[in-house]
C-alpha cells in the first residue's frame, strides 16, 4: 500500500505546513487537494513544490510554467491500483486518459507505475509508443479515427475501442486486408446523465460518440461473424469532472447487461472499461469522491451486477485523466500590468492566460491561486486574475482574495495538470510554455518553452509574396 504520508525531507526542513483552504491533510487523495501533496512554505516564505522553489523555478525556466509533481502523479497512480487490489477479486487494469496530458515524460511516469494508456489521435498514440508503453495496454479511441490511426494502432499490436459502424467495417477482413486478429473493444452509447458541463457530457443518448445502444444485436451479430476481429469486451465513458457516485454505479450494471447479451452471440466478451471521469477540488466547495470511494463505487456495482446474473466477474478497466493528474500540476505567472476600475473590479494580469489554459474562458471553470513568492501575507483585497490575450474574456480567475501584488510577483494556479498543457494554443502568436517535473529538490525540463522561431517553423511564404 502507498503511504500518502510526505517525504521524510518534508518532515524535517522546518517548513510549515500551508493554511487552510489549501491546507494538505495527508489523509485526503491527491484529487481533492489544490495543491499537490508536497507542496510546502519554506523558510523564504515561498511556495515550495517536490522540494524546488517556485520563484526559483520561474527564475531558472521563465514562466508561464507548469510544475507537475512527480509525487503526487505516481500517489495518484497508486492509489487506483490499490483500490482494485483491495475492492476487487477479479483482474483489473488501469489506464491514464492521455488526452488529459500527454507527452513522453507523462506518459513514461504512468507507465512505469503500471497502468496502461488511453489514446485518441495518431499523436497521442505515437507518443505513447514512443515513450515506451506497452503496446499491450495501450487503447486507441476515438470518433473518426483515420485509416492511418487504424493502421498504426493495429502494427503496434495495440487494441483498437471501436466506436462507430464505418470504423468497424475498416476493420473488418474484406475492407481492411488485414487477417492478423486485431483486438477490439466496442464503446456504446449508455445514456446516462450526470450533472456537469455540457460539453464533457458523452454517456447521454445524444452524443457523437460510440455505438446507439438500440443496435447492440446488430453489431454483436456482426462481429461474431469476422473472423479477424477477436472482441475482448465493452466500453462506456459518460463525462468528466463528475462528483456523484450513482452513474457510476448505474453504468457498471447497464453494461454488465450488455455483457451478458454479448455472449448470447458467442462473443467471448470477458473486459469492461467504465471510462473515467472521477472529478477533482478546483475550488474549496469542490467535493469529489476520493479515488478510493469511486473505485470501490465501481468494484460493488459490478460484482452485484455480475453475481446477480450468476456471471463470471469481467476483467474490470477504467480510463481517468484529471483525477490522475490534475491536481499533480500548478502553473506559475509572473504578474506584471494592474488596473483598478475604481468601485468595479482591479485586474491582475500574468504572462499567459487562455493559451495555457483556455478552461476558464471554454467551460467557465474555476481556479484558486496563491501568491508563490509571499505566501504567509494575508490577503487584503479582491482581485480578478488576466490574462494577457486580445480578448475580453480571456480572465483566469474572477474575484479571488490575494494580498497586495506587485509586477514581478509570481503567481501559482493550482490544479491545471489536466486539460491544460494538452489543450494549448498558440492564439495571439503566443510560445507555448515549458514544463518541469519536480521530484525531491530536482527539476527536470518535460516540455520545452516553444521560441518565437518555432512558431514560424511550419509557415510557408511562397516566393511571390517574398517583400523585396
Ligand atoms: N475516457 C474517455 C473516452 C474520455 O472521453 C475521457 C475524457 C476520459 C476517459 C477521461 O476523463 P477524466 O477522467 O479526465 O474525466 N477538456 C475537458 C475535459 C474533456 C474530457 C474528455 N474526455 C475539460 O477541460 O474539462
Not at 128 to 137: E, M, T, V, Y
Not at 234 to 258: C, N
Not at 417 to 440: D, K, T
Amino acid at each position: 500500500m502507498v503511504s500518502t504520508s510526505r517525504p521524510p525531507e518534508a518532515q524535517n526542513s522546518g517548513c510549515q505546513y500551508l493554511p487552510c483552504p489549501i491546507s494538505l491533510d495527508a489523509t485526503r487523495s491527491p484529487n481533492q487537494e489544490l495543491l499537490p501533496l508536497t507542496a510546502q512554505i519554506n523558510s523564504r516564505d515561498c511556495l515550495e513544490i517536490g522540494g524546488c522553489d517556485v520563484p526559483a523555478l520561474v527564475q531558472q525556466f521563465g514562466s508561464p510554467l507548469y510544475i507537475l509533481d512527480e509525487e503526487t502523479l505516481r500517489t495518484a497512480c497508486r492509489q487506483y491500483q490499490d483500490a482494485f487490489k483491495r475492492h476487487y477479486p477479479g483482474a483489473s487494469q488501469v489506464l491514464y486518459a492521455s488526452k488529459a496530458w500527454s507527452c513522453l515524460a507523462v506518459d513514461a511516469i504512468v507507465g512505469s507505475e503500471g497502468l496502461g494508456i488511453d489514446v485518441v489521435s495518431g499523436g497521442e498514440l505515437y507518443t505513447a509508443l514512443q515513450a515506451g508503453i506497452n503496446p499491450n495496454k495501450l487503447y486507441l479511441h476515438g470518433n473518426n479515427k483515420s485509416i492511418a490511426e487504424l493502421t498504426l494502432a493495429v502494427e503496434a499490436n495495440c487494441i483498437v475501442v471501436v466506436d462507430n459502424w464505418q470504423e468497424l467495417h475498416n476493420l473488418a477482413k474484406e475492407k481492411s486486408g488485414i487477417s492478423k486478429p486485431i483486438r477490439i473493444m466496442l464503446r456504446l452509447t449508455p445514456g446516462i446523465e450526470c450533472h456537469t458541463h455540457e460539453y464533457i457530457r458523452t454517456g447521454h443518448l445524444d452524443s457523437k460518440f460510440g455505438f446507439d445502444p438500440s443496435q447492440l444485436d446488430e453489431i454483436f451479430r456482426f462481429v461474431s461473424q469476422q473472423s479477424t476481429l477477436n472482441c475482448l469486451g465493452l466500453h462506456a465513458h459518460i463525462g468528466s469532472q463528475i462528483f456523484e457516485r450513482q452513474p457510476h454505479q448505474d453504468l457498471a450494471g447497464v453494461m454488465v447487461e450488455w455483457l451478458n447479451r454479448a455472449n448470447g452471440y458467442g462473443l467471448p466478451v470477458s473486459e469492461l472499461n467504465l471510462g473515467g471521469g472521477l472529478g477533482i477540488r478546483y475550488v474549496e466547495s469542490d467535493d469529489p469522491p476520493s479515488i478510493e470511494e469511486w473505485v470501490k463505487t465501481i468494484c460493488e456495482a459490478i460484482q452485484a451486477a455480475a453475481q446477480a446474473r450468476a456471471l463470471p466477474l469481467p476483467k474490470l478497466l477504467c480510463e481517468p485523466g484529471r483525477s490522475l493528474i490534475g491536481s499533480a500540476c500548478v502553473t506559475a505567472y509572473t504578474i506584471g500590468s494592474t488596473k483598478v476600475v475604481p468601485g468595479i473590479r482591479t485586474y491582475v494580469a500574468v504572462d499567459g492566460g487562455m493559451s495555457d489554459n483556455p478552461r476558464p474562458i471554454t467551460y467557465q471553470s474555476v481556479y484558486r491561486a496563491v501568491v508563490a513568492n509571499r505566501m504567509s501575507e494575508p490577503s487584503t483585497q479582491k482581485v480578478t486574475i488576466a490574462g494577457k490575450h486580445c480578448e475580453s474574456g480571456d480572465i483566469l480567475v474572477k474575484a479571488i482574495d490575494l494580498p497586495e501584488v506587485k509586477s514581478g510577483d509570481t503567481l501559482v494556479i493550482m490544479g491545471t495538470g489536466a486539460y491544460n498543457y494538452s489543450m494549448a494554443s498558440n492564439y495571439n502568436r503566443l510560445p507555448r510554455s515549458a514544463a518541469v517535473v519536480v521530484s525531491r529538490g530536482e527539476a527536470n525540463l518535460i516540455v520545452r518553452r516553444e521560441t518565437y522561431q518555432d512558431l514560424i517553423q511550419q509557415d510557408c511564404l511562397p516566393v511571390r509574396l517574398k517583400q523585396s
